[in-house]
């Protein structure tokens, strides 16, 4: 781009060096973002906060809020199920996590005609905590299950981001003990991620 502002700036062209300028502005704030999802993702099991029993939905609630631009942008729908339990991990990195999988279901989810919808769940599963966030996007084929977990890994190249988002929650998710996996089938239907975080410890002196 800056070979293609310096000819533009030679012809005088005003419109096109401003168009220029914002190309440049684009690309190197992706890669600052970029640079700082490295990092982050470098910190993650390095740098851990003192876990905390916490409630889903708190946590749920506090990546919403970061994201409501986005969800009133793409007029998404966000149906979250009653009495959700608690976790037990780093309030942080948790939110990390909600905050990447909602994200990922507002760009993804929905049709041309259908605004993204997505639901999120969860339930006790054998002394801990199985969570399902839900879309109503066009799905992610099974041969690509384990492929989207990986760095840089985008399966649609058009959709804005760095590739680093999913890496980041299995990994969480990881460092917490848990498990990450995804449902579907790719056919439309939509599409479930789901993982597992540990439960509140017993109290002292209970078996």
């Known amino acids: ?11 005088g062209d ?6 220029d300028i914002r190309h440049i502005r684009n690309a190197a704030e992706t890669m600052q973002q970029l640079l700082d999802d490295l990092l982050e993702l470098s910190r993650i099991g390095r740098t851990m906060n003192p876990p905390e029993t916490l409630p889903l939905q708190v946590l749920l609630e506090s990546a919403l ?3 409501e631009g986005m969800i009133r942008e793409k007029n998404a729908t966000i149906a979250v199920a009653p009495d959700l ?9 948790l939110v990390e996590v909600f905050q990447n999988l909602v994200e990922n ?3 993804y989810g929905g049709t041309a005609t259908t605004p993204p919808h ?3 769940e969860a339930r006790p599963v054998n002394g801990q905590v199985e969570v399902r966030v839900r879309d109503n996007g ?3 084929p099974p041969r690509y299950h ?11 190249n058009k959709t804005e981001g760095t590739g680093i988002g999913l890496t980041l929650v299995k990994r969480i998710v990881e460092v917490h003990g848990g498990r990450i996996w995804i449902e579907s089938a790719g056919d439309g239907s939509g599409c479930t991620f789901c993982f597992t975080l540990p439960a509140p410890p017993a109290p002292v002196g209970t078996r």
């Open 1 to 11: 781009f800056l070979g293609l502002l310096e000819e533009d700036c030679l012809t």
């Open 14 to 19: 005003r419109d096109q060096i401003l168009d």
């Open 65 to 67: 809020d970061r994201l």
């Open 85 to 93: 339990p608690v976790v037990h991990g780093d309030r942080m990195r």
């Open 105 to 107: 279901a507002l760009k």
């Open 118 to 120: 997505i639901t999120v």
């Open 138 to 140: 066009p799905g992610i």
């Open 146 to 156: 384990e492929k989207v977990f990986g760095l840089f890994e985008r399966l649609d």
